[in-house]
Structure formats: C-alpha cells, structure tokens
C-alpha cells in the first residue's frame, strides 16, 4: 500500500469512529442544552442499546432489523425512567446536582444490566454480511458504512426535529428562557423528560450499530461516554453540529496519531490537541466566540 | 459570627484529632488500621478538593491525576533511581503543582468552567502516560518495590506508625485549610464563589487566587499521593484514571460540599469505594448507584448537612458551585 491509500484507509477508520462519536456527543448536547448539566449516563445508555439489541438478537432469536428498534425503544424508555425518577423529584434542579445525579444514574445502570445480562461480551452480526468495500486504494468493513449511514441520518432528522417541528421548538424554547417558555404554555419539565428520552436514544443507536465492529459488554459505556463527551466539548457544548465536527475530528485525531505516530499514545495526542484547542477555542471548534476574558 | 464559626471548628477539630491517636490502639488488628491510614490519606484528597469546590467554586476533574502525579513521580525517582523518599516527595509536589499552574493559567482565566473542561482532558493524558511509559512506571501491571519513608534510621513501614505519621500530615494540611479559609484570601474565595463579577469589582484578584488555590489544592493532592506511594509501596494506573477523579467529585458533594466536615464523612465512603467499583461485581454496586442517587435528591447539602442543628442549616445553605453559566446569561 503506498503512502496515499495508508492515509485514505486510516481517514475512512477515523471517520467510522468519529461517527460513534459524534452520535454519543449529540445526546450529550441534547441534555446539556435542556438542562446544562452534563450526563454522565449518556455512555450507559450506548451499552444499553449494544447490550439489549445483542440480547433479543441472540436470547430472545428476534430477527436482526427489528432488534435495532427494540433495543434503542428499551433505553429510550430507560432514559425517561431515568429522569422522572432520578432527576425530576428535585426541588431546585441545578446543573452540578443533576450532573452528580447522572453519576449514580450512570453507575446503577450499568450494575443494572450487568446482573440482567451478565458479564459475558456481546455481539451482533454486521447488518449487510462482512465483505470488505474498496475505496481508493483503502477497504473499510460494510458496518462502518451502517455507522456513517446512521449518523447523517440521526444528524438529519435531529435537525428537522429541532428546526421544524413544534415539540422540538419547544424544547429549544424551553431550553433558551425556562420561564418564558413557561409562560407561553410549555410544559419545562415535560421537555426535560424528553431531552433525556431523545438522548438516550440516540446513544442507544450508536451502540447498536457499532456493536457488529467492536463487540460490547457491561463496562464498555464508560469509555464510549468519555470520549463522545470529549467530542461534544471540542465541537462546543450544547451545539447539535458541533456534535457533528467535534465527533468526527476527535475519530480522525486518534486514527491519524494511532497510524503515524504511536496506537498505544493515540489518547494522549488525541487530548493533547483537544487541550490545545480548548486553551486557543475555548467554546469549541463551532462555539461562538463570545467568551469573555476576566 | 464567621469568625466565631471557624473558631468553633478549630476546637471541635483539635479535639477530633487527639481522639483520633487512639485510633490504632482500639483497632482489633493491622487491617483495620490500615483502613484508617487510607482514610488520613483520603481526607487530605477529599478535604482538598472540597476547598477548591466548596470554596473556590471551581471543578477539578483531575484530582486523581494530581494524586497520581504525587504518587509517580515520588515513587518512580524513589524506586528507579535510588533517590531519597523525601526528596522524591518534595520534588512529586513540586512539579505538580508547578503542572498545576499550567493547566490552571490559560483556564481559569476565561469565565465558565473552562477548567472542568481542562482537567478531563489533562487526566486523560496523564493515565495514558502511566500505563505507557512502562520502562519508569511499570505499565499497567504498576510500579513495585518503591520503597518506604525512613526517619533518623526509623522506618514509617508498619502500619501503627505509618498511621502516626499519616495523622501528622494529615493534620497539619487541615489546619493549613482552616488558616487559609480564615485569611484574606480565604473571604476572596468565598466571595468570588458567589459571584466573580461582584468580587472582581470589590478589588479582589479574581484570576491569581483562583490559579493559587488550584496549585495549592494539586499540591495538597499530590502530598496525599506521596503517603499513598510510600506506605503500600506500590501504584498501579487505574488508582488515578478519569473515574477516580469524578468518584473524588461524587464524594465530595455526598458528603456536603462546602462543609468543613463534608470530607471527613466524603473520605469515610472512599476508603472502600475504589476497590467496589473498580472490581464492580455484585449487588452492592446497584445499591451504591441508587443510593447516591437517593442522597442527592433528598439532602442535596450532603451527609454533614444532616449534622448541623436545623437553624445553621437554614442559615448557610451551601451554595451550588455553577458546572456552566446558564444559557440565558451567555445570550448578549
């Protein structure tokens, strides 16, 4: 392979895990954005999807497209059951005691499913068979394409929804001004339960379609959820496209540094430069840059 | 009435500590013991850290790479290089707090929780660094054979007299907090913690106490990490990784943040939390999850909160340190 297809083929990797990443930073953006507290149960949810989808798949015998909707409905419901349960009883909700909150959310969750679907790593089969496909001189596996697939589409509809239609008006609303959405008849609370609901989601999607890739198991969440929040701070907390750039150049930060420089340093060149960024970018790569200086 | 309030402290805790002392005398063996140095140990972590929340507002996500730091670097000069354990002590502090002010300097200037932000980003780094610099660290099978603290030819290896002068240092980094909180800066603190904007306006130095009080709290982490290294003899990575630091955070805020006795109840539930959630197995770990949960949501001012008379109670809530200003004060 000549020097031109390494870095095509090493960009095409990043860009499959920048995908996972940009799906898991967009639930992040989406509870922060309603609530501005950071939800350390985003990457749980991820392995939930994985898990449960797996489980269904191979317990239960359902058929593989149907197992993709299942699992991210099962956490979906989770995410709601986590909120009206964990977040919304709060007297005064602010974002460190909903943040500390998602910690103990986080933790039993994943207690949770490993006593329900034990320790054992999951899988599932890739959607469309396992022949690799050849682009420029780089072959990159069919499911990394299902990732790229899914996440422009989640990018997409997650656009329309909070663009066009009237729930998520309201829930831009309600997130922008709590009272004034109030006064002019939203529901606040409602829409933080939904936020959570989208939220999880979305995560759960992502780790559907990354399980036939990297397999999953009851403490991959943790990792999955450090990285996409780190995606979601380089691309500009709370920014749904910031999700987007922050997701794909942490994935193609950490392919490129696993290829050219070192695999076993790729997380510190990866954080390195997103230090950099953060000292010179503070609001992010897409954040406005109104941050005052003291 | 602040005043008088510290000085209540002062005395409560003076008393506390020659209690303390029988400690090892009243425990039924080594083990027990032990558990009461990794609790000294946790205090100086938890009660750090708590002073730079609780007090100074600001949320480090990095304590544990601190501790780390403190740890390693002590414990690798110690280990690999033949270095005196004190010597390796004063130099592990030295260059984290020296580190310290290089996160602290670009961050804690911008408003917002910049340094949240920051510090996530920095222990990341720093326990890819422990695992991967295997040749001084030992990868992730960890470092060994660091060797313990000697005093005029006394070795501090037992547990009892680990403990003694665990409680020692311990002490001293105590009353070192209750000083600063009761100084100048220490009102600075508290008053940029309510509002930077209002204390800035005041004339006090917002910028430079925060980067003071952010090197001062890694350093204080960093002395946890050379007691720590000194008395097992040994580091292993996942001891300072990204969770540790959000369970330190965890704690902090279960055991009331912003208290003076928050982190002595905070450093009572960490002693076998690591171990917990590090092995993460069985039942106990749902029930922890819920649990703190369930804390929060009921006493959000934490466990010390509950040992206030209800009048103090209702006089100084703690204050929420803000993660982000809220959207509606970014918007021009």
């Known amino acids: 392979m000549d020097y031109s297809s390494v870095i095509l083929q090493l960009a095409l990797s990043g860009l499959a895990t920048g995908g996972i990443y940009a799906l898991v930073a967009l639930g992040f953006n989406i509870v922060f954005k309603s609530t501005d507290a950071i939800n350390f149960a985003q990457g749980e949810w991820v392995m939930a999807g994985g898990m449960i989808a797996a489980f269904l798949y191979q317990a239960a015998g359902l058929p593989l497209w149907s197992v993709v909707p299942l699992g991210a409905l099962a956490v979906v419901a989770l995410g709601a059951a986590s909120e009206r349960l964990a977040v919304h009883p709060l007297s005064s909700p602010g974002p460190m005691l909903i943040t500390l909150i998602t910690i103990g959310v986080a933790i039993a969750t994943k207690a949770a499913i490993m006593l329900t679907l034990g320790k054992a790593p999951a899988g599932l089969p890739a959607f469309t068979g396992s022949t690799p496909v050849h682009i420029g001189g780089a072959a990159i596996p069919p499911q990394a394409l299902w990732v790229l697939l899914t996440m422009a589409a989640v990018m997409v509809a997650s656009h329309f929804f909070f663009e066009r239609t009237l729930l998520g008006k309201a829930m831009r609303a309600a997130a922008a001004d709590r009272e004034a959405a109030a006064l002019v008849g939203i529901n606040v609370g409602r829409m933080v339960t939904r936020a959570f609901m989208i939220a999880a989601g979305v995560g759960a999607l992502a780790g559907i379609v990354v399980t036939p890739i990297t397999m999953t198991s009851f403490n991959a969440g943790t990792f999955l959820g450090f990285k996409g929040f780190s995606a979601a701070m380089l691309g500009g907390l709370g920014n749904p496209y910031g999700a987007l750039v922050g997701g794909l150049v942490l994935g193609l930060l950490e392919s490129m540094s696993a290829g050219l420089i070192s695999s076993a340093y790729k997380d510190a060149v990866a954080f390195v430069v997103l230090l950099f960024i953060l000292f010179v970018r503070p609001d992010g790569l897409l954040g406005r840059a109104a941050v005052s200086r003291v | ?332």
Not at chain 2, 19 to 46: C, D, H, Q, R, T
Not at chain 2, 133 to 141: F, S
Not at chain 2, 277 to 293: K, M, P, Y
């Open chain 2, 1 to 332: 009435m602040k005043r008088a309030g510290f000085a209540r402290n002062r005395v409560a805790f003076a008393l506390f500590w020659a209690v303390i002392l029988i400690f090892p005398a009243l425990a039924p063996n080594p083990f027990i013991v032990n558990l009461g140095v990794f609790w000294l140990i946790n205090l100086i972590l938890l009660a750090s850290l708590n002073l730079l929340m609780g007090y100074g507002g600001q949320i480090s996500l990095s304590h544990a790479a601190f501790f780390g730091l403190g740890a390693y670097i002590s414990g690798v000069l110690s280990a690999k290089f033949g270095v005196s354990p004190w010597l390796g002590s004063l130099a592990a502090i030295m260059v984290s707090a020296a580190v310290a002010a290089l996160i602290g300097l670009p961050t804690l200037r911008l408003k917002g929780h910049y340094l949240a932000m920051a510090t996530l980003g920095f222990n990341a780094v720093v326990s890819v660094l422990f695992v991967e610099l295997r040749g001084l660290t030992g990868g992730p099978n960890g470092l060994t054979n660091v060797p313990s603290l000697e005093l005029f030819g006394f070795s501090l290896s037992g547990d009892v007299r680990f403990f003694y002068f665990a409680w020692l240092v311990t002490g001293v980094v105590i009353v070192l907090i209750l000083n600063l909180l009761d100084s100048r800066m220490g009102r600075a603190l508290r008053a940029l913690s309510t509002s930077e904007v209002a204390a800035e306006s005041m004339g006090v130095p917002v910028f430079r106490y925060k980067v003071q009080l952010f090197v001062l709290t890694a350093a204080m982490a960093a002395v946890a990490g050379c007691l720590y290294v000194h008395h097992i003899n040994f580091a292993s990575p996942e001891t300072f990784d990204f969770m540790a630091s959000v369970m330190m955070v965890v704690v902090v805020a279960l055991g009331g943040t912003g208290t003076f006795w928050g982190p002595f109840l905070a450093a009572l539930v960490y002693v076998g939390l690591p171990e917990l959630l590090h092995a993460f197995e069985g039942f106990e770990v749902l029930l922890f999850g819920v649990s703190l949960v369930v804390v929060l949501l009921f006493f959000p001012s934490g466990l010390a909160g509950l040992l206030r008379p209800r009048r103090a109670r209702v006089e100084s809530r703690p204050r929420e340190p803000r993660a982000v200003p809220r959207l509606s004060e970014r918007r021009p």
